[in-house]
């Protein structure tokens, strides 16, 4: 699984955002959906490494798309 270490959640949100997904509900964790995948985000302060490489993973970016949309 990839890894992507010391993201804040509102970063990785705004990320998601540029790359097309769009907020559907708020509460403990964001939820996001592009129409087509629903991505989950824990509001913690960094996300974890692997839970962020899962979530780029469930989004279908890579690492690296990932890093230039931040």
């Not at 010391?6 to 907020?23: C, P, S």
């Not at 087509?36 to 979530?55: C, E, L, Q, S, W």
């Amino acid at each position: 699984m990839p890894k992507i270490p010391g993201v804040n959640h509102l970063r990785a949100v705004k990320a998601l955002e540029k790359a097309g997904f769009r907020i559907i509900h708020e509460g403990k964790h964001v939820v996001m959906s592009d129409g087509v995948r629903i991505v989950t985000i824990p509001r913690h302060d960094p996300v974890n490494a692997y839970t962020m490489g899962g979530i780029l993973r469930d989004a279908g970016l890579t690492i690296e798309e990932f890093r230039k949309l931040l």
